[in-house]
């Protein structure tokens, strides 16, 4: 049994609790443009309408998990709608009644560092890699900025923003970007599922209702994350920079 989703995702329903979705465009290494975050997020809407569901999985196909904002589109008409959709995914993840679980075994750049760090659960494979890329594309990391450091810490955030520092699996597990490293992503799912099979559900959703009253998310933050990289592209040197990157390949 399959969730109806979109091309740019695969969604599997048929092992509950479990609801898996997987990005699916390798060739634009799963980059989050209109079509991914529309299937993002109509995915998980479903995934929290569904009857048992109660853990929803993010992975990936092909050796990146995300590549985050389609930068290569980041114009003076489209890149707003795109950013505030991925604002709210993130929200959507973080505040969602179902645990959000995020598999990275691929690199995750960009936006795709926060896709993961928006979750309740991070698990880093071996081949997993972290890195916030926007400072070396003229740009600032407005939008993920605040989940990364709600498990780095705030400083630890913007060091890493700072220097497009690149974080590996291990590394990432001893900052708290990531809850485990393994070499077996299966394997560590699955003792995660078998660990929430033991807590009481309405417990489990409890507590993360509690949490966002505890640490509200930043008021304001989606009109602060606009004006922030709004002010950057009106650098026509941003738009040169991007344009050149995109041309050579170095972003999708």
């Known amino acids: 049994m399959a969730l109806t989703a979109p091309a740019p995702l695969r969604v599997d329903a ?3 609790p479990l609801v898996r979705a997987t990005l699916d465009t390798p060739g634009t290494r799963n980059r989050l443009d209109d079509d991914m975050l529309t299937a993002l997020t109509g995915a998980l809407t479903a995934a929290e309408a569904a009857e048992g569901a109660e853990v929803f999985v993010l992975d990936a196909t092909g050796d990146t ?3 985050g904002i389609a930068l290569g589109e980041a114009d003076r008409d489209g890149w707003q709608p795109r950013l505030t959709a991925v604002h709210h995914l993130l929200q959507r993840l973080a505040d969602s009644p179902l645990v959000t679980v995020a598999v990275v075994d691929g690199a995750a750049t960009g936006g795709g560092v926060g896709l993961a760090a928006a979750c309740d659960h991070v698990i880093a ?5 972290f890195r916030m890329t926007e400072v070396l594309l003229g740009l600032v990391p407005a939008v993920i900025l ?10 630890r955030a913007f060091s890493l923003a700072l220097g497009a520092q690149h974080v590996t699996a291990e590394q990432a597990a001893d900052i708290g970007l990531a809850d485990q490293r393994t070499d077996d992503c299966g394997q560590e799912l699955r003792l995660l599922l078998r660990r929430l099979r033991a807590a009481d559900h309405g417990a489990v959703r409890a507590l993360k209702r509690y949490r966002r009253e505890l640490f509200p998310a930043p008021e304001g933050h989606a009109e602060r994350a606009v004006r922030a990289v709004a002010e950057r592209l009106r650098d026509q040197r941003v738009h ?10 170095l972003i999708p």
């Open 14 to 16: 048929g092992r509950a």
């Open 65 to 67: 998990f995300c590549s």
């Open 125 to 129: 494979g071996p081949r997993a890699s």
């Open 146 to 155: 605040p989940v990364v450091a709600e498990r780095t810490g705030r400083h």
């Open 240 to 249: 040169e920079r991007l344009n050149t990157f995109h041309r050579q390949g």
